[in-house]
């Protein structure tokens, strides 16, 4: 499957973005689906995840409240819904698909499908 992230953008603090992820060459259903970001000179970090049936999420703390992700399967789509963006925010978000692992995982080699970024920057 292929994966094309979108709706990056410059924005201030406080402010909101919606990130797509439209799969093509498969269907999304079949895959727990995640979002990463990377900021310049750090390591990928794992942002939140979603189930197959999209009823279980998950998130790391620094996101939790602001952040949502959601899917819509039928669409082959994934969104992460940022709202009360942060400077600290600002990073490279990656989407990306897991065949084997639980959506619980953090880890990125867990995720076998990587879509390019969209590059996300929050002015203060």
């Known amino acids: 499957v292929q994966l094309q992230a979108s709706g990056g953008g410059l924005v201030q603090a406080g402010d909101s973005l919606r990130l797509s992820c439209a799969a093509s060459?498969?269907?999304?259903?079949?895959?727990?689906m995640a979002w990463f970001r990377q900021a310049p000179g750090k390591k990928r970090e794992f942002v939140g995840s979603i189930n197959r049936s999209g009823v279980r999420k998950n998130y790391v703390d620094s996101v939790k409240g602001r952040f949502t992700i959601s899917r819509h399967n039928a669409n082959n789509t994934v969104y992460l819904q940022m709202n009360d963006l942060k400077p600290e925010d600002t990073a490279v978000y990656y989407c990306?698909?897991?065949?084997?692992?639980?959506?619980?995982?953090?880890?990125?080699?867990?995720?076998?499908?990587w879509g390019q970024g969209t590059q996300v920057t929050v002015s203060s």
């Open positions: 060459g498969g269907s999304i259903g079949g895959y727990a």
């Open positions: 990306v698909a897991t065949s084997y692992a639980t959506f619980m995982s953090h880890a990125p080699q867990d995720y076998n499908y």
